[in-house]
């Protein structure tokens, strides 16, 4: 073991023992001068950066649209599908339920806007919004 150390420590290069004086520090203005040209190099590349992140959210928002239309669409499709294959009789069924809720809610001074606007986004749940509720409650639109 010994002779593997000092086979090691033989084939080192030779030193004088002395450590290397450090390079001079750089200087203060120059240190100072270099963080501002840094940070004004941020600023002058900030607009770029907002007008990228806007590019890439802009995209993703009608990538989304996009879906959620093709969605509605399929729906769609599917809602008059089944209603196409209703007998004549269960499709004016459906319509004189339509007419009689769309009339009662006439009669309460409602729309089916009201019964939208009605449910509103709370902290982290839904709940029904309590003027509303309220308004539904009282059977029209009397405040």
Do not use: C, H, N
Not at 18 to 38: C, D, M, N, Q, Y
Not at 52 to 74: G, N, T
């Amino acid at each position: 073991m010994e002779a593997d150390v000092l086979a090691e420590v033989l084939s080192m290069r030779p030193s004088t023992g002395r450590v290397p004086w450090p390079k001079p520090l750089p200087s203060f203005t120059g240190r100072i001068s270099r963080g501002l040209e840094a940070q004004q190099r941020d600023i002058d590349a900030e607009p770029a950066r907002v007008s990228a992140y806007r590019a890439r959210l802009k995209a993703e928002y009608d990538s989304e649209m996009a879906e959620l239309d093709r969605q509605s669409q399929r729906e769609d499709e599917a809602e008059q599908r089944r209603f196409a294959s209703l007998s004549p009789a269960q499709q004016e069924a459906e319509r004189a339920e339509i007419r009689t809720f769309l009339k009662v809610l006439e009669e309460r001074g409602l729309s089916v806007g009201d019964l939208f606007k009605g449910l509103s986004v709370s902290d982290t749940f839904y709940e029904v919004d309590r003027e509303a509720r309220a308004r539904i409650a009282r059977g029209g639109s009397e405040s």
